[in-house]
């Protein structure tokens, strides 16, 4: 399916010509023409020219061709050369007396004609190097809208050609869909990224077959992200199947590599293309992780979504002026001694929205995160906490701790460090007293940058919570080389331990194991007396959730300071008193 690139090799500094003619005399005639633009290679049979091409083929501009050979004919060396596909475009111009010939050689794919007796050598020359350019310029196209690993369409070329298809299928309902590879990252870490390349060329290939069986086109968006689009089906099972790929895994037998897809059926043609595809995306990460069923629909609670998203982004900047992002607090407590101690707190934030009321970060995160937003509120949300924990600090007397949330974009930030440093500063702040949370996921998408990044920070003093731990991939022998303070078990994970067949064995495992890196756990999510008795029980250091309290305003919070000050203060009477 993927034929040869073609380099546009030029030999100290000239482009190669094959020259296939017997005739001594003419061919002393063209290489007298040709010498000082071109290098020259002859061939003086049939067979010797398919020789040459077959092993010089990238490196030759353009194959002159005369119809009279010995052995086989120089119409049998067109023809061979134009049926094989990977020869197929590298231009032929014909050479011959025969003036009849010329429509057999032009249905054959000759591009031009040289008749003889040969015209002016400037008549040549301009023929040969007209072939020549146009050949290269169809090449650089054809190399520019392909994605070099798959062959298939790039992304902005494929969009075009979606606009063609339109042109050409005015009346046809045509849908949008997205396909995706489950986990592409741990692909490649498990089989190396030569084996990851080849799954993708594999998938690339059954795609390119769908779209021709189904009438469509197709292109590689992401790494490991495919579009297509074509005329409305409801087969998709059997498509996601066509398109799924197994490879061989070492002891354990064979893989099948896990597909998602999302369907935007009957794509609205006078959305933009993007936007079309867009829809298609929302639907296929609806099923991310959902192992039964792969294949999502655009549908209207989606658009419900989509419109609410638009309005969150629009309202995005006057939110920020206006400060209608608040700060809320929620305590996380030592339980390691017989009464739990206030240790620190997080930081989460809100919105108050002038017509939706509050709006719960779980909502506005993702969204942010994808548009790159979540930059601009988290330094807000960091600074807030910054004069947050310096206010307590002076009318308290007392350090509390808290933890931002630092997101997995925050981290490719260039001026990160030097954000959190003045805000450090500007309160006069010790570093350990702005504890950066980071969720797991973003260790396992990009490792070594993240983890370089995590290591400098702390280097300055920060302490670091890995965030959701259990909710992502990672794997528990991280702990040995990741650069954290403390690991903070995802909620999920704590519910899943507590339910209805409860199973906490995997829980202890866990906290068992931290323990012996020498790194604490923080339970996040515990509601009830029971999970904070069996947590305590297992060696869980640091509890946070409702059962404590929920996130409070900052006013609120300070009940759980001063409960803390409360026997200091009892001690300082009792020594005034005495
Ligand atoms: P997270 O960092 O894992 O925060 C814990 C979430 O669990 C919070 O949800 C908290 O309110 C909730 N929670 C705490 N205890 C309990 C409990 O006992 N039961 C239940 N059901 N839930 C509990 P929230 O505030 O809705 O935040 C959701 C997520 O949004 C956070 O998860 C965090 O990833 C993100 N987030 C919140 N604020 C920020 C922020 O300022 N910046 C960034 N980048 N992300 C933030
Ligand atoms: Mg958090
Ligand atoms: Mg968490």
Not at 88 to 107: N, Q, W
Not at 167 to 196: E, Q, S
Not at 480 to 505: C, E, H, V, W
Request: net charge negative; glycine share 6%.
């Amino acid at each position: 399916m993927v034929n040869k690139e073609r380099d546009f090799n030029v030999s100290g500094g000239k482009r190669r010509v094959l020259l296939v003619e017997d005739e001594i005399v003419n061919q002393e005639i063209m290489r007298t023409i040709l010498n000082d633009t071109y290098e020259v290679i002859v061939a003086e049979t049939g067979e010797d020219a398919i020789k040459i091409v077959s092993s010089q083929y990238e490196t030759l501009s353009i194959v002159l061709l005369d119809l009279n050979l010995p052995g086989i004919s120089g119409i049998e060396v067109l023809r061979r050369l134009k049926d094989d596909p990977t020869y197929s475009r590298l231009p032929v111009i014909v050479m011959t007396a025969d003036s009849d010939a010329e429509v057999e050689c032009l249905t054959l794919g000759a591009i031009d004609f040289i008749p003889k007796p040969y015209p002016q050598p400037k008549v040549i020359l301009a023929r040969i190097l007209r072939t020549v350019e146009l050949s290269e310029d169809r090449d650089i196209l054809r190399f520019t809208e392909r994605d070099r690993l798959t062959g298939l369409y790039n992304k902005e070329f494929f969009y075009r050609y979606v606009s063609q298809f339109d042109l050409y299928h005015k009346d046809v309902p045509t849908d949008a869909i997205v396909f995706d590879i489950n986990h592409f990252r741990t692909i490649n870490d498990r089989y190396g990224k030569t084996r990851g390349d080849e799954i993708l060329r594999n998938i690339a290939e059954n795609a390119s077959n769908v779209a021709d069986d189904v009438g469509g086109i197709v292109c590689r968006n992401e790494p490991d992200e495919f579009m297509l689009y074509c005329p409305r089906r409801n087969d998709y099972d059997s498509v996601l199947d066509r398109l799924s790929v197994v490879t061989e895994d070492g002891e354990n037998g064979e893989n099948r590599i896990r597909l998602r897809m999302g369907v935007y059926s009957d794509a609205d043609k006078t959305l933009d293309v993007e936007r079309r595809f867009d829809r298609a995306k929302m639907a296929a990460d609806a099923v991310r992780g959902n192992l039964t069923e792969p294949i999502g629909f655009y549908d209207n609670s989606m658009r419900e979504t989509e419109v609410l998203a638009a309005q969150l982004i629009d309202d995005f900047p006057s939110a920020l002026r206006e400060k209608q992002f608040v700060v809320f607090y929620q305590p996380k407590f030592d339980v390691r001694y017989s009464e739990p101690v206030l240790s620190s707190a997080e930081a989460l934030v809100r919105w108050k929205h002038p017509k939706l009321g509050m709006v719960s970060p779980g909502v506005f995160i993702p969204l942010f995160e994808q548009n790159g937003l979540i930059q601009q509120l988290d330094h807000y949300v960091w600074s807030e906490t910054g004069a947050q924990i310096r206010r307590w600090k002076e009318n308290f007397n007392m350090s509390v701790p808290v933890s931002v949330n630092v997101s997995r974009v925050d981290l490719y930030d260039s001026g990160l460090v030097n954000k959190l440093l003045n805000i450090v500063k500007e309160n006069g702040l010790n570093v350990r007293e702005l504890i950066l949370e980071v969720t797991e996921s973003a260790y396992t998408e990009n490792s070594e940058k993240i983890v370089e990044k995590v290591k400098q920070l702390r280097e300055l003093g920060f302490l670091i919570e890995m965030d959701d731990f259990g909710s992502g991939y990672s794997s528990l022998s991280m702990l040995s080389y990741l650069p954290i303070d403390a690991l903070k078990l995802d909620m999920q994970f704590i519910r899943n331990a507590f339910n209805g067949n409860k199973d906490t064995r995997l829980l202890e495992a866990m906290i068992r194991l931290a323990g012996s890196f020498e790194v604490p756990t923080i339970a996040e999510g515990v509601e009830t007396e029971e999970q904070v008795f069996t947590l305590k029980a297992m060696g869980c250091d640091f509890i946070q959730g409702y059962y404590f309290s929920r996130p409070l305003p900052a006013n609120e919070f300070e009940r759980f300071i001063e409960e803390k000050k409360a026997p200091f203060n009892r001690l300082e009477n009792v020594r005034q008193t005495g």
